[in-house]
């Protein structure tokens, strides 16, 4: 079963690679590129996974976060924080955000690629 993927950052070439990669595994992905499309984009179509880079030109990715988790479907989506900073601090602001992973820009994208494997594996 394919899960919804929601993919937020303004490097079009780094979200959109991503998504070409969840899609030939499967998945059904969305690419936005500012927070605030994210927001509206997961308030209507309902993801199961969103990755939201950090530092977006409108609003930062702690901002989608907590939008999101406000939402009805706030309570069971999974939020990956992307950023460039690879810290402890960066880590732990991104949990008080809501968020329930960090994955660091230049990572091996296959994690991301693993962890919607297993969401729709687990899914009913």
Same mark, same amino acid.
């Given at each position: 079963?394919?899960?919804? @993927?929601?993919l937020c #950052? =303004?490097? %079009? +070439?780094?979200? +959109?690679s991503l998504a070409m990669l969840l899609? %030939? #595994?499967? !998945?059904d992905t969305h690419v936005c590129y500012s927070g605030l499309a994210c927001i509206e984009k997961a308030r209507h179509w309902q993801p199961h996974l969103v990755l @939201? +880079?950090?530092?977006?030109? =409108?609003?930062?990715? !702690?901002?989608? %976060?907590?939008?999101i988790r406000q939402m009805p479907v706030g309570r069971d989506v999974v939020l990956v924080a992307f950023t460039g900073r690879d810290d402890t601090e960066e880590a732990r602001a991104a949990a008080g955000s809501g968020f329930n992973a960090h994955m660091t820009k230049g990572a091996d994208p296959i994690l991301l690629v693993e962890l919607a494997a297993r969401m729709r594996n687990a899914k009913p």
């Open positions: 079963m394919a899960i919804r @993927v929601l #950052d =303004d490097n %079009a +070439d780094t979200v +959109d899609d %030939a #595994d499967g !998945h @939201v +880079d950090i530092g977006l030109p =409108d609003v930062s990715g !702690h901002v989608v %976060a907590r939008e």
